[in-house]
């Protein structure tokens, strides 16, 4: 072998050993990177699947507890008041529906099914609503409140229990209503399409093994995920328990490692360029340093394209979420603040109001003879009466003035720092425009007037409980006074 062949023969191997050992180093240095940043979004995709439950339960929680916190309800299962059936639930109101649940369940204090509804997409299921029924019961007797899970028949739920009380909370519970809604895969495979390809529910023995991912929330105590990262995709094995802790079943997610996939593709592309690199590095360095630039130019742009990509699911996410948020702060038919959302911005106001050392107030509000506008034009024309009603006390008051519907015909408005003159004109003016104000139906006209009982905080050890509760003394004063007149705080 002459002294060519052999210079040629040692750059060869020189440049294969080198081009192995480099190929290799650039492997293992990219490569765990990439599989960090998978299994960090993978942890972000299930702990999204499990906030999309979790706030489907604090819905949940929302609607129940604004029933079984309504006087109409509390009456109803001391009394057994047909009208509350006929008008909450008769078949063409559409309640269930309306509400984005499935089911009712009123229970006594003897758990005695006092009533049920159902709506028709629970019949579409042919599930066995009496053993349905007898099953809750039984697995919910020892708890007085709770949310959870719950598997029947194969089908996942979402199952909340609350007491029944009456809306100022005094006096004994008279029994539970129990709210049930159908956990949709078809919805929930819709809303994370963009972080998973697939998502199936399937009754699997639990895992023993320690799980790689652990989440707890405030309804979803225990949530369990098993991840398996292969070549092409990732499984998860998602294991969800009820209130108990006792395993219910797994959801089995899948989609692409792309971001392992997108990162082993661009090390061969680097590996590829950096061996013509390092052959021409014996020509030319210059050449060299180009190539890197243009090699780091491209690995960031298909860095930036793919945060782009999950910064577009993040936003889909946030749109949805609020979305849940608005259905669970607002009245449906109204569209003003419900009860729970008006409770909780009044105690806050009132909170601002002791610390300030400044005036506030409350006017309670009660549509007179609602009952019989029903009766009389039906429910329609009654939902019409209570939106014109709402459009015309948003456009006399305040935008920074608390406007709720507490239930039914039953609305309250808590105001901050203004003086009682300023309350009582715009309680009259409220009063006012409500009496001469007219909804025409078909070739009818009709009126109807309000009562309202007005009251102001008189010291800092007041609750909002106690203030309501004397405003609505005063309404139920200006009512047996014949109506259509606010009554003041002396």
Known sequence: MGKTSKTLFSLISIYLLLGVFLGSLSYKFFIDDFIFLEENQNKDNITSLANILNED????????????????????????????????????AQTLEDLGIDAFIYVDKNDNIIFSTYNK???????????LEKDLLVDLENVDEVSTLYMFENKLFYVFKSKILR??????????????????????????SSIFD???????????????????????????????????????????????????????????????????????????????????VFIVIFQKQRLIIEQNELLNEKVNKRTKQLTRAYRSLKVKNKELYKLAHTD???????????????????????NENK???????????FKKINDTYGHDTGDKVLIEFCNIVNDIIQKDMIFGRLGGEEFAITIFNKEQSSIYKLSEKIRDKCATSQIKVEDINIQFTISMGVVFKENENESIDEILHKADQLLYKAKNSGRNRVVRAV
């Not at 997409?121 to 053993?131: C, G, P």
């Not at 519970?173 to 809604?181: C, F, P, T, V």
């Open 57 to 92: 339960l604090i819905y949940l929680e929302k609607i129940t507890n604004d029933y079984s916190k309504w006087d109409e309800t509390y009456n109803f299962i001391e009394n057994g008041n047909d009208i509350y059936i006929y008008d909450n639930f008769r078949e063409d």
């Open 121 to 131: 997409r629970i019949n579409y299921f042919n599930i066995d609503k009496t053993k």
């Open 167 to 192: 809306s100022d909370f005094l006096g004994k519970y008279r029994g539970y209503i129990l709210s049930i809604k159908h956990v949709d895969l078809d919805y929930l495979k819709q809303i994370t």
């Open 198 to 280: 697939n998502i199936v529910l399937k009754n699997i023995d639990k895992v023993a093994s320690k799980p790689d991912v652990k989440i707890r929330l405030n309804h979803l105590k225990n949530v369990n995920a098993y991840v398996n990262i292969y070549d092409n995709q990732i499984i998860n094995k998602v294991e969800f328990f009820n209130y108990k802790n006792q395993y219910l079943t797994t959801f089995v997610t899948t989609n692409k490692n792309s971001i392992i996939l997108q990162g082993k593709h661009t090390i061969k592309i680097f590996n590829f360029i950096g061996a013509i690199i390092l052959l021409i």
């Open 332 to 354: 449906f038919l109204t569209s003003i603040r419900n009860r729970a959302n008006f409770f909780e911005n009044s105690i806050k106001l009132l909170k601002k109001s002791n």
């Open 359 to 369: 005036k506030f107030s409350v006017l309670m509000i009660d549509i007179d003879h």
